[in-house]
T-cell receptor
Framework: DAGVIQSPRHEVTEMGQEVTLRCKPI?????LFWYRQTMMRGLELLIY????????DSGMPEDRFSAKMPNASFSTLKIQPSEPRDSAVYFC?????????????FGPGTRLTVL | KQEVTQIPAALSVPEGENLVLNCSFT??????LQWFRQDPGKGLTSLLL?????REQTSGRLNASLDKSSGRSTLYIAASQPGDSATYLC???????????????FGQGTILTVHP
């Protein structure tokens, strides 16, 4: 299995631009999680989906952030408009419900820099 | 709201030393606790998972303990090696129910450097 796939790996953009981060979970996994990691705040859960349905989006910082999961094999995290304080590493993770007593599998992350 | 704290924030040791990383959490009603390793510029790799009913888990040179009632976990690394250098993250999963099911709360991590 290829593991969780994220793209792009690095993104540099200017303030005000729209940014779209992509994630492909491990095949068969029915939970998908989006996290953000910064030096100041560490790793924070932004939102998670179960069977493509958003379950908890309480970690989404503000309306500029939105996430979708149109099918079981693809999810996007969009920031519009982007701001310098959005600069961070964004991780996607997935797991299987029957393994929720087990662990989440993390992707390599997307390093976002907003100038 | 669950809060997870890791001590120390950074640790530098000579190769061969045994070491302990500490993790504490404020809400003892957890489902399980997980230790991760993160290498620079990389994602997270799960090291050990302890269910709330367990006291410890072992994998090779790693041993993780859990004292749920006191809200503490330790990760013990025996005979440390330079390849162990990484950031170690502790994460707790809240009990099932409501929107908290499956949600991990992470500590800030301990940056470990093992020098030859």
């Amino acid at each position: 299995d290829a593991g969780v796939i994220q793209s792009p790996r690095h993104e540099v953009t200017e303030m005000g631009q729209e940014v779209t981060l992509r994630c492909k979970p491990i095949s068969g996994h029915d939970y998908l999680f989006w996290y953000r990691q910064t030096m100041m705040r560490g790793l924070e859960l932004l939102i998670y989906f179960n069977n493509n349905v958003p379950i908890d989006d309480s970690g989404m910082p503000e309306d500029r952030f939105s996430a979708k999961m149109p099918n079981a094999s693809f999810s996007t995290l969009k920031i519009q408009p982007s701001e310098p304080r959005d600069s961070a590493v964004y991780f996607c993770a997935s797991t299987l419900r029957s393994r929720l007593s087990g662990g989440q599998f993390f992707g390599p992350g997307t390093r976002l820099t907003v100038l | 709201k669950q809060e997870v704290t890791q001590i120390p924030a950074a640790l530098s040791v000579p190769e061969g030393e045994n070491l302990v990383l500490n993790c504490s959490f404020t809400d003892s009603a957890i489902y399980n606790l997980q230790w991760f390793r993160q290498d620079p510029g990389k994602g997270l790799t799960s090291l050990l998972l302890i269910q709330s009913s367990q006291r410890e888990q072992t994998s090779g040179r790693l041993n993780a303990s859990l004292d749920k009632s006191s809200g503490r976990s330790t990760l013990y690394i025996a005979a440390s090696q330079p390849g162990d250098s990484a950031t170690y993250l502790c994460a707790v999963r809240n009990n099932a129910g409501g929107t908290s099911y499956g949600k991990l709360t992470f500590g800030q991590g301990t940056i470990l450097t093992v020098h030859p």
